[in-house]
T-cell receptor, first 117, second 114 residues
C-alpha cells in the first residue's frame, strides 16, 4: 500500500519570505498523481497544486510550486512571498493513476504552517 | 461555483444514539469518498463509491458504520450505535473517477459523542 510521509509537524515563516514543506511517499507504481491540499481553520480542504508523475516539469500555481523528484519519491511544496492567509495545515496526498487499482487518495499527517507578520 | 454540501456541520450526540451524516456531491461527479479526520490518525479513508456502487469500505468498522448512496445526489454515512471514540470530523469528497484534478471536499461534519 502507498504511504505518504510529512516529516515536519510544524513550520513557520516570516511574511513575504519563502518556505518549503517536505513530503515523501512510498509506492511501487510508475504512474500516479500527487497533490497538496490546504486546510485553513475553517477546515475546508482546498486543492493547492497537483503533479502528474509522468510529467518531468514541476507544477506551478502562482506563488506555489513543487519540487518533484520521482526517483527519490519526494514532492515538496514551495510557497513564495508568504502571506498571512497562507497559514493553515498542509496535506500532501497520493493517488493512483486511472489504470491503478485504487483511486482513493492517501494523505500524509500534515504540516501546520504559521505565518508571522 | 460547484461545491460538495455536507450536513449537519456540527453534531453532538449521546453515546448509543444513531448518527446520520449526509453529503450532496457535485452534480456529474461519479466518485464519492468518506474520510474521517482525527488528531491522532489524521485523514483516514472510510469508504468510497463509483457510480453509486461501493468499491472499498475496508476502512470502516462494519459493526457500527454503514455507507450508502441511495441516488446520485446523496451519500449517507451512519453510525449505530455511536461511541465517544467516533468523535471526529467526517469529510465527504467527490470527483470524476478518472480525473487528474483531485477531488473536491465538503466542509465536513464535526461529530462529538458524549
Amino acid at each position: 500500500a502507498q504511504t505518504v510521509t510529512q516529516s515536519q509537524p510544524e513550520m513557520s515563516v516570516q511574511e513575504a519570505e519563502t518556505v518549503t514543506l517536505s513530503c515523501t511517499y512510498d509506492t511501487s507504481e510508475s504512474d500516479y498523481y500527487l497533490f497538496w491540499y490546504k486546510q485553513p481553520p475553517s477546515r475546508q480542504m482546498i486543492l493547492v497544486i497537483r503533479q502528474e508523475a509522468y510529467k518531468q516539469q514541476n507544477a506551478t500555481e502562482n506563488r506555489f510550486s513543487v519540487n518533484f523528484q520521482k526517483a527519490a519519491k519526494s514532492f515538496s511544496l514551495k510557497i513564495s512571498d508568504s502571506q498571512l492567509g497562507d497559514a493553515a495545515m498542509y496535506f500532501c496526498a497520493y493517488r493512483s493513476a486511472p489504470e491503478g487499482n485504487n483511486n482513493d487518495m492517501r494523505f500524509g499527517a500534515g504540516t501546520r504552517l504559521t505565518v508571522k507578520p | 461555483d460547484a461545491r460538495v454540501t455536507q450536513t449537519p456541520r456540527h453534531k453532538v450526540t449521546e453515546m448509543g444514539q444513531e448518527v446520520t451524516m449526509r453529503c450532496q456531491p457535485i452534480l456529474g461527479h461519479n466518485t464519492v469518498f468518506w474520510y474521517r479526520q482525527t488528531m491522532m490518525q489524521g485523514l483516514e479513508l472510510l469508504a468510497y463509491f463509483r457510480n453509486r456502487a461501493p468499491l472499498d469500505d475496508s476502512g470502516m468498522p462494519k459493526d457500527r458504520f454503514s455507507a450508502e448512496m441511495p441516488d446520485a445526489t446523496l451519500a449517507t454515512l451512519k453510525i449505530q450505535p455511536s461511541e465517544p471514540r467516533d468523535s471526529a470530523v467526517y469529510f465527504c469528497a467527490s470527483g470524476l473517477g478518472l480525473s487528474i484534478y483531485g477531488y473536491t471536499f465538503g466542509s465536513g461534519t464535526r461529530l462529538t459523542v458524549v
